[in-house]
């Protein structure tokens, strides 16, 4: 009977907190704070651990530490999902407008250029532009690497500016990738990984675009994901 009693109650908390999780993640489709696309996978996992339970609004702290920790990277743009800060405003900065970047680690040029030269592959396009375009959309990564470049004298950016390896006489083209569907950030990161690209820019709209070897900096900052606009 003890058995049976502790049986119970097992299901009966994983139930509770399957309801409790089931709720929450229908408010995230009607709030207007909460990032849904960029927040609900990490929130989702925390929530289920029951690392994000106390309310800061009320004076109880109790869980903040553990919270952050397991939301990590995404603390500041996922806490209000959770309770845990004042909503955010996102009319002004739509998920679009925001993406992460990444270097991989060890990207291979001749995959990348095979698969992307000729007829697109299914549910995915690819779209090649000047890299002078692609220049142009840098003004926000410099003064970024220029903040890095003062507070870690041991950095080296090639050249000093990204420009420097930038040859106007020629007519270099930047490719990329756009999947056509949405993605979380760690699905686009491997797919770019096995289409041998060597970065990523993952939107926050959870669109997917993986950069190839010729581009400089970091392709395009225009969504493109033909089922994943907004």
């Given at each position: 009977m003890s058995?049976?009693?502790g049986g119970m109650q097992s299901i009966w908390t994983h139930s509770t907190l399957l309801a409790a999780l089931l709720l929450f993640l229908s408010g995230l489709s009607f709030s207007t704070a909460c990032n849904k696309a960029l927040?609900?996978?990490?929130?989702?996992?925390?929530?289920i651990q029951e690392l994000c339970q106390c309310r800061p609004s009320d004076g109880n702290c109790s869980c903040c530490k553990e919270c952050m920790l397991c939301l990590g990277t995404l603390w500041e743009e996922c806490c209000d999902c959770v309770g845990m800060c004042n909503p955010r405003n996102y009319s002004d900065t739509p998920a679009?407008?925001?993406?992460?970047?990444?270097?991989?680690?060890?990207?291979?040029p001749s995959l990348f250029r095979a698969l992307t030269e000729g007829e697109a592959p299914i549910n995915m396009m690819v779209v090649s532009f000047p890299v002078a375009e692609e220049l142009s959309y840098?003004?926000?990564?410099?003064s970024f690497l220029e903040t890095m470049e003062d507070q870690h004298q041991n950095i080296s950016l090639p050249g000093n500016s990204i420009h420097s390896s930038y040859d106007n006489t020629q007519e270099n083209m930047c490719t990329v990738v756009y999947f056509d569907d949405c993605v979380s950030i760690r699905q686009c990161k491997q797919y770019c990984e096995s289409m041998g690209g060597s970065k990523y820019r993952w939107f926050h709209n959870a669109c997917c675009e993986c950069i190839g070897p010729e581009c400089i900096d970091y392709g395009s900052r225009a969504v493109k994901c033909m089922n994943c606009l907004f």
């Open positions: 058995f049976a009693r927040c609900a996978s990490d929130v989702s996992k925390c929530l679009t407008s925001k993406s992460t970047v990444e270097d991989l680690y060890r990207p291979i840098h003004e926000s990564l410099v």
